[in-house]
């Protein structure tokens, strides 16, 4: 029996060998995309917003996602501004860069380049929107709205009300105020809209361009046919899965790949342009890749001279991969009062301050709605479909994110309504319960 037991311990402790050796040299992928989630999150949130690692581990990083990240532990180099993320505290080890101006980008296989720094601008003065002084409303209804949880919903960390082009109201959750970048996820897509419309006007983009330029071996099959347009309406017909809850063509392309656009382009054609619509954040990062191959060396610098500038968003970090390539897709941090203005900028139909950044009648354009999503997706990256799938404004669009990200447009209210936090879907959050509260508060 003591023998016996003796191989049977002796073989356990082989296996358990073995497997920690396995997973020390050939960790699974789901393992990889958990740590290198956890760095980004981690190190965008330090670094751009100011905010503590652990806190951010917890809350953001493993409270809401999926068990695996309760056994992810993250360091924070303050010095080389780099966090590193492992399992375990040894296992797929992970790790995500922050560079001035650029934000952060994980790191497999690249080293992002030293001369692409950019310096921090300063915040606009005066009045919102030009510059970032409030002064809110007196309206005691509107203050009530703004304070009611089921309202605000669970996890929300800021609301901005915006009408007539002035702030009437705000709402910020404990520990976040006017002064912290929120991650807009998916709201970035509608951004990358905007920097195209910005090049049409200027001449150096067309709807109707294909992207054979940026990727060649498009040109070789049916590919060739994608165009600006179809992507933007999210009609590519190119093969993609967006789900988030395991390891997909998304969790690849966001944290195992350093170029990410070339990942996404290599997704091959499954429908005609045009004829189906696919949700997917691989193509709005090719669309990145298209549009700073259209600019070229100043591409990085490129949001910042020709939008957040000029709209005095003096927040907003748009987020590149290793590879210089815009995470157009996902990753753009800003405070409330600069996603407001955003969508302040497309309710004036892209004008601000007298100029016409984007061209006449391109907003317009921006919120058709598809053929394709059956009504439900607009033109230019924007949802005419309101969150959580209930009865909406007919004129409304929005800028919708992951986790509850959301900026409503109400062109015939003259309104914005923005609405950034961390609650996940399986919570059936909906802001349109309150823009229906402000707007019928503001309307009485």
């Not at 023998?3 to 992928?29: E, F, N, Q, S, W």
């Not at 809350?59 to 999926?66: E, I, L, M, R």
């Not at 349109?432 to 707007?439: E, G, S, T």
Request: proline share 6%.
């Amino acid at each position: 029996m003591g023998k016996a037991l003796k191989i049977i311990i002796g073989t356990l402790v082989l296996i358990v060998v073995a497997a920690a050796g396995y997973l020390l040299v050939a960790p699974p992928d789901l393992l990889r995309v958990g740590t290198n989630y956890s760095a980004k999150i981690v190190c965008s949130n330090v670094f751009l917003a100011g905010r503590d690692a652990e806190d951010v581990l917890a809350t953001d990083v493993q409270a809401p996602g999926h068990p695996l990240l309760k056994y992810v532990s993250v360091d924070t180099d303050t010095e080389a501004r780099r966090v590193t993320a492992h399992v375990f505290g040894i296992f797929a080890p992970a790790v995500s860069q922050y560079r001035d101006g650029l934000g952060c980008s994980n790191l497999h296989e690249a080293e992002p380049a030293e001369a692409a720094r950019l310096a921090a601008t300063a915040a606009p003065d005066g009045l919102w929107p030009e510059g970032d002084r409030v002064a809110p409303s007196q309206d005691t209804g509107l203050a009530a709205i703004l304070s009611d949880p089921a309202l605000l919903g669970d996890g929300y960390r800021a609301v901005v009300v915006v009408r007539n082009g002035r702030i009437l109201g705000e709402a910020y959750a404990e520990g976040f105020d006017a002064g912290t970048p929120l991650l807009g996820w998916s709201m970035t897509k509608t951004v990358v809209a905007g920097l195209i419309g910005t090049l049409i006007e200027a001449g150096r983009v067309e709807l109707g361009d294909p992207l054979t330029d940026s990727f060649p071996a498009w040109a070789e099959d049916d590919r060739r046919d994608i165009t600006v347009e179809s992507m933007l309406a999210m009609a590519s017909g190119l093969e993609w899965n967006e789900d988030y809850g395991d390891v997909s063509d998304v969790t690849r392309m966001l944290y195992l790949n350093d170029d990410m656009a070339g990942f996404a382009a290599g997704r091959p054609a499954r429908a005609a342009v045009g004829s189906v619509f696919n949700y997917s954040s691989g193509t709005t990062t090719m669309l990145s890749r298209f549009w700073q191959d259209r600019v070229g060396a100043e591409s990085l610098s490129y949001p910042r001279a020709a939008l957040f500038g000029p709209l005095g968003m003096a927040s907003a970090v748009m987020e590149p991969d290793a590879e210089d390539t815009f995470v157009g897709s996902s990753y753009m941090y800003a405070t409330a009062r600069d996603w407001a203005r955003y969508g302040q900028f497309l309710l004036q139909k892209g004008a601000w301050n007298g100029r016409q950044i984007l061209p006449e009648g391109f907003t317009d354009w921006m919120f058709e709605p598809t053929e394709s999503s059956g009504g439900l997706y607009a033109r230019g990256h924007l949802w005419r479909e309101s969150p959580g799938d209930r009865p909406a404004f007919e004129d409304a669009v929005w800028l919708q994110g992951h986790d509850g990200q959301s900026v409503g447009i109400f062109p015939s209210r003259d309104m914005v309504i923005v609405r950034m936090g961390l609650t996940p879907s399986r919570l059936g959050y909906s802001p349109l319960p309150l823009a229906q509260a402000v707007i019928a508060e503001l309307d009485g």
